[in-house]
C-alpha cells in the first residue's frame, strides 16, 4: 500500500513518522522545502511527551508521482479547493482519502474527490510544529497510544477498508472505528471550539484555559452551544474515549459548576497543547476559525439559538487575523467576564 501524509505538519511528521517505522511506504508531502530537507536529511525528530526518531521520504508536491492508495489529509482547509484538485491525478478508483482536518468537512471533499473515496476521522491527539524536522507531541504518551485515531465511513457502515486503514493507523496510536461519523466529527468541533478557540482568541495553551474561572466557564458555555446548534442539526454526538459529550450541556446555571469540573479533568491530559490557530496568529496567517467556531453561528441561523460564546471567539481571532497581531489574554480574558455576567 502507498501511502501519502498530504499536510505533514505537526500532525502529519508524527503520523508519517510512527507509519514509516512500521515498515510502511509512506510519502510525507508538504510545500515547506526546508522541512521537507530535514526530513530527508536527518528523519521525523518527535520530542514533547515522547523522544523518537525515524528515518522518512518527505517531498513538495509538486513532485508527487504515481498512485496513493492511502492519503491521510491534514492541510488546513482555508486550502481544499486547489490541494484536493492536485491530488486527483494521484488517485484511482479504489484509492481512499481519509480526512483528519478539523471541522467537518467530509462534504467539501466529497464533492472534489468523490464520495465513494472519502473516509473521515478526527485526530485525537496535540502537536506543534517546533522547527523543521522536529514536532512536539503534547499530549501524553500513554493517552496517545491508547487514544489518537478516530475513523469511519460516511454512511456509518463497518467496511474491510475501514479495518485496513486502523491496522495502519494502529502503529501512531489507538485508533477507534466509528459508526457514527457525524457525531464523531462533532464531538471533535466541540472540544476545538471550547478550547482551540479559546486557546488562540486568549493567546494561551489549553492548561490556561482550564486554570482560569472566567476561561473554564466559558469554554463549558461554547461547548454547551455547540451542543444545542448541533442537536437543532439532527446530529446525535458520538463519545470521546468513552465519555459522553452530550451530557456537557447546560440546562440550568445549577449545572455550570459540574459542567466546569467534568471539562477540567477531561482536558487535563491535553494541557499542554497549543492551538493551531494560535500558531497561525503567531505566524501572521489567517486561520481556520470559520471552519471551527464559526460553524455553530452559521449553522445556528433560523434555529433561534443564540451563540454569544462562539461569536465572541471568531470576533477575537478575526480581529487579531486583520492586524495581523496576537491576543492579549488580560485584555481579551474581560470579554468572556462580561458574558459570564
Same mark, same amino acid.
Given at each position: ?34 522541512? &521537507? ?18 528515518? *522518512? ?55 472534489? *474527490? $468523490? ?44 467496511? %474491510? ?12 496510536? $489507538? ?38 474561572? &472566567? ?19 439532527? &446530529? ?23 459542567? &466546569? ?20 496568529? %503567531? ?11 464559526? *460553524? ?46
Amino acid at each position: 500500500m502507498k501511502i501519502a501524509i498530504l499536510g505533514a505538519g505537526s500532525l502529519g511528521t508524527i503520523a508519517g513518522a510512527y507509519i514509516a517505522a512500521g515498515g510502511q511506504d509512506v510519502e510525507l508531502i508538504d510545500v515547506y522545502q526546508a522541512h &521537507v530537507d530535514a526530513l530527508n536529511q536527518s528523519g521525523a525528530k518527535i520530542i514533547g511527551t515522547t523522544d523518537f526518531q525515524t528515518k *522518512v521520504k518527505a517531498i513538495t508536491p509538486d513532485n508527487m508521482s504515481g498512485t496513493y492508495d492511502l492519503v491521510l489529509l491534514l492541510t488546513k482547509q482555508l486550502y481544499n479547493d486547489s490541494v484536493l484538485q492536485n491530488l486527483l491525478p494521484f488517485l484511482d478508483e479504489k484509492s481512499v482519502v481519509l480526512s483528519l482536518q478539523n471541522g467537518i468537512p467530509e462534504e467539501k471533499v466529497a464533492s472534489i *474527490v $468523490g464520495r465513494e473515496r472519502v473516509i473521515a476521522g478526527s485526530v485525537e491527539f496535540g502537536a506543534t510544529f517546533m522547527e523543521p524536522g522536529v514536532s512536539k507531541l503534547t499530549t501524553e504518551f500513554g493517552h496517545f497510544k491508547e487514544y489518537a485515531f478516530q475513523i469511519g465511513e460516511l454512511n456509518g457502515e463497518i467496511t %474491510e477498508r475501514i479495518h485496513e486503514i486502523k491496522t495502519i493507523l494502529d502503529l501512531v496510536g $489507538g485508533t477507534h472505528i466509528s459508526d457514527n461519523l457525524v457525531g464523531t466529527k462533532w464531538s471533535k468541533l466541540l472540544i476545538n471550539n471550547a478550547f482551540s478557540g479559546l486557546s488562540a482568541a486568549l493567546n494561551t495553551e489549553f492548561g490556561g484555559v482550564i486554570d482560569h474561572e &472566567v476561561s473554564i466557564v466559558s469554554a463549558a458555555h461554547i461547548a454547551n452551544e455547540t451542543i444545542k446548534v448541533g442537536h437543532a442539526n439532527g &446530529v446525535t454526538f458520538a463519545k470521546m474515549n468513552k465519555f459522553d459529550i452530550a451530557s456537557l450541556e447546560i440546562k440550568s446555571e445549577n449545572d455550570i459548576p459540574e459542567r &466546569v469540573q467534568t471539562l477540567r479533568n477531561f482536558m487535563e491530559p491535553s494541557r499542554l497543547l497549543r492551538a493551531s490557530m494560535l500558531q497561525d496568529l %503567531e505566524k501572521k496567517r489567517k486561520s481556520e476559525i470559520d471552519y471551527i467556531n464559526g *460553524v455553530v453561528p452559521r449553522l445556528a441561523k433560523g434555529k433561534g439559538i443564540a451563540t454569544p460564546y462562539n461569536d465572541m471567539v471568531v470576533k477575537l481571532v478575526k480581529q487579531a487575523e486583520e492586524t495581523q497581531s496576537v491576543p492579549n489574554f488580560d485584555t481579551n480574558i474581560k470579554f468572556f467576564e462580561e458574558l459570564n455576567k
